[in-house]
């Protein structure tokens, strides 16, 4: 006797005409942030919406088009601060608003890292950071220096710490981490097992960590601590 085999549910059909350009932009966000760019397919979102695969490329030509829009549709929710009078403060919010949506949206690091930037936000971005840079007292070669390295560790961080929650999602995880580290030797390992606990509060703990970084990359690249921001607006290779 053949086993019964599993019957699959039918798909739920969406109510005729009900489909549009920013129904197809949020299920193509959902489906990107749950299972990543490798799975994203014509065939997934539309099951995702419940339409039929031609259903929606009456609205978009492909999934390439349709990654485009989002990484757009995702880079108009970073508010740009209005311009005041610290340069400084200003960098750090735009910093972490670019955290912050790499955070919330983990396909946004792929889909803004790996393909040629579009649309004008994107671009008002580091135009942004390289004025504020320039404004904080830095050369034009240093300034541009100055915003790779804030974007490769936002960008780090971001990802270590969308990895570090995924596996920490495995049931059980965390407390065997903690296990391993409670069964290290102290007598090989001194400083990690006198600062065991310590480092499992940092670990926990991804945006304030970020912000410890932050904080810590930017007196780095903008010098000593007390250093006047103010002057050499418009400056050493920077636009006036």
């Avoid at 966000?29 to 039929?52: K, S």
């Avoid at 929710?77 to 960098?91: A, F, K, N, R, S």
Wanted: proline share 7%; aromatic share 4%.
């Amino acid at each position: 006797m053949s086993a019964t085999q599993p019957v699959r549910a039918p798909r739920r059909r969406a109510p005729r005409n009900s489909l549009n350009t920013e129904r197809i932009l949020d299920a193509a966000i959902t489906l990107l942030d749950r299972d990543g760019t490798e799975a994203f397919t014509m065939r997934a979102l539309a099951e995702q919406l419940g339409v039929g695969t031609m259903a929606v490329y009456s609205h978009f030509r492909g999934k390439e088009e349709i990654a485009d829009a989002v990484a757009q549709r995702l880079l108009e929710t970073i508010e740009l601060p209005p311009p005041g009078d610290d340069p400084v403060g200003e960098l750090r919010a735009v910093c972490r608003q670019v955290y912050q949506l790499f955070t919330d949206h983990p396909s946004a690091l792929q889909l803004l890292t790996v393909r040629p930037l579009r649309g004008d936000d994107a671009i008002s971005v580091i135009d942004r950071m390289l004025a504020l840079l320039c404004r904080a007292g830095l050369t034009g070669p240093e300034a541009a220096c100055a915003h790779v390295a804030l974007m490769q560790y936002t960008v780090g961080s971001a990802l270590w710490n969308i990895r570090r929650a995924r596996a920490l999602c495995e049931e059980g995880m965390r407390e065997r981490m903690r296990a391993k580290f409670a069964a290290l030797p102290a007598d090989r390992y001194p400083s990690l097992v006198a600062l065991a606990p310590e480092l499992n509060r940092a670990h926990d703990d991804g945006p304030g960590q970020y912000e410890v970084g932050l904080d810590a990359l930017l007196a780095g690249v903008l010098g000593a601590p007390g250093r006047d921001v103010g002057d050499d607006v418009g400056h050493h290779g920077c636009p006036g």
